[in-house]
């Protein structure tokens, strides 16, 4: 089955220890994004990739960074990880058509950070 | 930034009952999403109802795009429906495409 995975579901670090944070997709959509949700809140979007265009939400602290080396991966990487960054981290696809139409958005399982 | 509100924010049901969750929005939209939030977390797309009503089994939807809002409606509910019901708007063009703002959520839970 088409689908997004994310790897690893969970994941413990230290405080200020880099983290990186995987998904891929078989469902070749041309659009990756990543989402923090923190406990009882929506799920908040850092950035995303159209293809390999890179879109930075304004309130993303630099402290997170993402790499995407091809249509199937992408990457979050943490660089100094907070207590404050514990949260899940969601992955979603979607397949956007040119500059007016976008499909449904398909999430990965999520990976649990903890901070320690 | 639109505005989503979603009520109620918190649902409890008896097994067999129905439900109608709501969605108001604050702005025109491309178009409108539901899903689900199962108690491990992942979220799986229900809906993309950007107007009109779909139905998928026990669950279906009506959007009305002229008058900003969108209706969940949940028949005989069973325990597994028990989560997160999220709605999520979008309304970019060029690079904001398919960017999504979510409502907060309603916590549905369905007792036995």
């Known amino acids: 089955d088409a689908m997004v995975i994310q790897n690893p579901r969970y994941q413990v670090t230290q405080f200020g220890k880099p983290v990186t944070l995987s998904c891929s997709q078989t469902?070749?959509?041309?659009?990756m994004y990543w989402y923090q949700q923190k406990s009882s809140q929506a799920p908040k979007l850092l950035f995303h990739?159209?293809?390999?265009?890179?879109?930075n939400e304004a309130d993303t602290p630099d402290n997170f960074q993402s790499r995407r080396p091809n249509t199937s991966f992408c990457f979050l990487d943490i660089r100094s990880p907070g207590l404050g960054d514990a949260a899940m981290y969601l992955c979603?696809?979607?397949?956007?058509?040119?500059?007016?139409?976008?499909?449904?958005?398909?999430f990965g399982p999520g990976t649990r950070l903890t901070v320690l | 930034g639109i505005q989503v509100e979603q009520s109620p924010p918190d649902l409890i049901l008896q097994e067999g009952a129905n439900s109608t969750l709501r969605c108001n929005f604050s702005?025109?939209?491309?178009?409108l999403q539901w899903f689900h939030q199962n108690p491990w977390g992942q979220l799986i797309n229900l809906f993309y109802?950007?107007?009109g009503t779909k139905q998928n089994g026990r669950l279906s939807a009506t959007t009305v795009a002229t008058e900003r809002y969108s209706l969940l409606y949940i028949s005989s509910s069973q325990t597994t429906d028990s989560g997160v019901y999220f709605c999520?708007?979008?309304?970019?063009?060029?690079?904001?495409?398919?960017?999504?703002?979510f409502g907060r959520g309603t916590q549905l839970t369905v007792w036995p």
């Open positions: 979603a696809t979607s397949r956007v058509f040119g500059t007016s139409v976008a499909d449904t958005q398909y």
């Open positions: 469902l070749n959509h041309n659009v």
């Open positions: 990739y159209y293809d390999k265009d890179f879109n």
């Open positions: 702005d025109s939209v491309n178009n």
């Open positions: 109802i950007p107007s």
């Open positions: 999520a708007v979008e309304q970019g063009r060029g690079s904001t495409l398919g960017r999504l703002y």
